[in-house]
């Protein structure tokens, strides 16, 4: 068990750039899930994904969000022109088969848009 | 709709002292709760969970929370505060209630101060 690994822990862009974050969920969890954090708040759920089907989508995610996870493995999110109000730090989680209750934390990825 | 709301973002106590976090849960459908923990630098980790169970629950490193239905609370403690106890810990419940997707909605967090 290695844990949940998210990569690059911190990114710099400038408004109306392109990025895109990795996550690799603990081997076999079949749940993977992406929240985003702000300063002084607890995280937010953005969407999830069971195996490869991404299952739900918060109205946080706007249409410049996207995130897949093809066969099931690692995932990415991708935000597209991307504004000063996304700077957050993103989160990335994943819980075993039946047992979804217990999430796992990845240290994040901390977007700055200047 | 569920939500949870944390009083007091920073608590300060003494090594050795009792730890009290306390959160309060609005929820349309029996809830499930959740205390984790996050370490500077680190992910946040599951402290303890209630699950319509046992109202007291254990969890990791001496720490317990206590469902009170009549007070929407699921305080957490700690009978005796170590220095490594320092850190931000969030109140989560989960969405839908019952129906657990993994789904959570957190509070804005306690950071907890331990001084010696």
């Known amino acids: 068990d290695t844990g949940v690994s998210q990569d690059p822990r911190h990114k710099i862009t400038k408004r109306g750039q392109n990025v895109t974050f990795r996550c690799d969920p603990i081997?076999?969890?079949?749940?993977l899930y992406w929240y985003r954090q702000t300063l002084g708040q607890g995280p937010e759920f953005l969407t999830y994904f069971q195996n490869e089907a991404q299952l739900e989508k918060s109205r946080l995610l706007s249409d410049r969000f996207s995130a897949e996870r093809p066969k099931g493995s690692f995932s990415t999110l991708e935000i597209q022109r991307t504004e000063q109000g996304d700077s957050a730090m993103y989160l990335c989680?994943?819980?075993?088969?039946?047992?979804?209750?217990?999430?796992?934390f990845g240290s994040g990825t901390q977007l700055s848009v200047l | 709709a569920q939500s949870v709301t944390q009083l007091g973002s920073h608590v300060s106590v003494s090594e050795g002292a009792l730890v009290l976090l306390r959160c309060n849960y609005s929820?349309?459908?029996?809830?499930?709760l959740f205390w984790y923990v996050q370490y500077p630098n680190q992910g946040l980790q599951l402290l303890l969970k209630?699950?319509?169970?046992?109202?007291l629950v254990k969890g990791i490193n001496g720490f317990e929370a206590e469902f009170k239905k009549s007070e929407t609370s699921f305080h957490l403690t700690k009978p005796s505060a170590h220095m490594s106890d320092a850190a931000e810990y969030f109140c989560?419940?989960?969405?839908?209630?019952?129906?657990?997707?993994?789904?959570?909605?957190f509070g804005q967090g306690t950071t907890l101060q331990v001084k010696p």
């Open positions: 989680a994943s819980s075993p088969t039946g047992n979804n209750e217990k999430l796992f």
């Open positions: 989560a419940v989960s969405d839908l209630g019952s129906s657990n997707t993994g789904k959570l909605i």
């Open positions: 081997s076999e969890h079949n749940r």
């Open positions: 929820s349309s459908v029996p809830p499930y």
């Open positions: 209630y699950t319509s169970a046992a109202t």
